[in-house]
């Protein structure tokens, strides 16, 4: 029973997180007038709109696309991961690989930047970005290869590095992240239309901001790798490339004031905020007392567990109303891999909550990312309560042990009675959601 009212209110939040509603809620025509919150552009001005884009929620938001703009749109290329593609008309979808970028992500990034060689001043365009951006598009920068942005993004993801952090590096190995893009458009007008996945909704962090003000620096980037030991670690033509252009040897990424961000605009079209306060109104609905814990949760996934199971267990204790609580947070912890296990942010951070709850009756947890994959696994997160660390230990499975081998997926998949969530592409990314139900 707790597991299906979790996933209702899960659910909900999934619903107002649909890039396709976020996207049709924003831009509307009249009168041959694309009107975007309070921007108008009038499409007589323009001999030809496309659409560029990429990211793990793109798909439905070419769809929105596509069925406001209807004939006036002449074509368009966006990059998703693999199996989040969605039908389309107009709209050319390519599938790649994510978090690890691919040769298919290249080949995908090549064709737009084609495109958008080819646009001058009478074209419009409406670029989208969501979740995965960074990944999916991808150009490796003059000197290193894809080979060296493959291990320099797997080792700082297992390092624990922030998405911000992970960006600043990736925008200086990049030829059109961190406003390279808007260079490559310069003459165009850009629309950018972002689905945020980021803690703080930063335009320039969505995506790696590829048609934005970048405010970080080559220095900025070498610090990310100093501050992970990685230095020795990640390939010789990387840090050579990164402090070349500490020096000034290369061309910094475009900065606020730049000239090719004239006629470029970007708006948020949804984020986990949205995504937040539709499960609030559900768990109010079905009978809770509801309150969002934080929509900024962040850092090591077991410190956000402990974290969180300190505030479930206080609000056990001192709880005396009639109505069940329930506790909501989002946010994008991290993980630092020690071992060689499977899992994800979302997997590590219920079996670390399991087992600081362990043996404590009438709570319940949901942790899943909102795009339906938690890491490198099929699982968009796990449920958990009580008596999950308990019941494993009764199987011979040692929860212990699987946390500290970062192993949560084939953990749950041991003892699983319910406790893996599995969804499928959920179609949105607007990062991580918790639910705690505390009875």
């Known amino acids: ?101 691919d040769e298919a992500g290249v080949k995908g990034t090549e064709e737009i930047v084609r495109l958008l060689e080819k646009a001058d001043e009478k074209t419009l365009v409406i670029c989208l970005l969501s979740g995965g951006g960074s990944a999916l598009l991808v150009s490796p920068a003059d000197g290193i290869t894809l080979k060296d942005k493959q291990v320099a993004t797997d080792l700082l993801l297992k390092s624990g590095a922030t998405i911000d952090e992970l960006n600043v590096v990736r925008k200086h190995l990049s030829k059109v992240k961190g406003g390279r893009l808007a260079q490559t458009a310069f003459q165009s007008t ?106 900024k949760l962040q850092g090591e996934a077991r410190d956000a567990a402990k974290y969180l199971a300190e505030i479930a267990l206080l609000v056990k204790k001192s709880h005396k109303g009639i109505r069940p609580r329930c506790l909501l947070s989002g946010g994008e912890t991290v993980v630092t891999v020690k071992g060689d296990g499977l899992g994800g942010r979302n997997q590590e951070l219920a079996l670390a909550f399991a087992l600081e709850i362990e043996g404590t009756d009438g709570i319940t947890m949901l942790s899943a990312g909102t795009d339906g994959t938690d890491g490198p696994t099929d699982a968009a997160g796990a449920v958990v309560d009580g008596e999950t660390a308990a019941f494993a230990r009764k199987l011979g499975v040692d929860p212990d042990k699987y946390l500290e081998n970062n192993d949560s997926y084939n953990f749950f998949k041991k003892i699983d009675q319910g406790h893996h969530l599995i969804t499928g592409p959920t179609g949105t990314n607007v990062m991580d959601v918790q639910i705690i139900m505390v009875e």
Request: net charge neutral.
């Open 1 to 101: 029973m707790s597991r299906e009212r979790l996933l209702n209110i899960f659910n909900s939040a999934l619903f107002a997180a649909d890039p396709y509603n976020a996207v049709k809620k924003t831009i509307k025509i009249t009168d041959n007038r694309l009107k975007v919150n309070d921007s108008v552009y009038d499409l007589k001005d323009f001999n030809r709109v496309i659409v560029i884009g990429a990211g793990k929620g793109t798909a439905l938001m070419a769809q929105a696309v596509e069925e406001t703009i209807g004939d006036r749109l002449d074509e368009g290329i966006i990059i998703v991961k693999y199996g989040h593609t969605w039908p389309l008309q107009k709209i050319k979808q390519i599938e790649a690989g994510h978090p690890i970028p």
């Open 190 to 295: 850009i629309l950018t239309l972002a689905l945020s996945d980021v803690i703080g909704d930063r335009l320039d962090v969505i995506a790696s901001g590829p048609t934005v003000a970048d405010g970080t620096t080559f220095l900025d980037a070498v610090n990310v790798i100093q501050k992970y030991d990685l230095v020795k670690k990640v390939p010789e033509r990387v840090i050579h490339l990164l402090l070349k252009g500490t020096v000034g040897k290369l061309q910094e990424t475009p900065k606020k004031g730049d000239l090719c961000f004239k006629n470029k605009e970007a708006i948020i079209v949804g984020s986990l905020k949205q995504a937040l306060n539709a499960a609030r109104s559900e768990a109010n609905k079905s009978g809770f007392d509801t309150e969002v814990v934080t929509d």
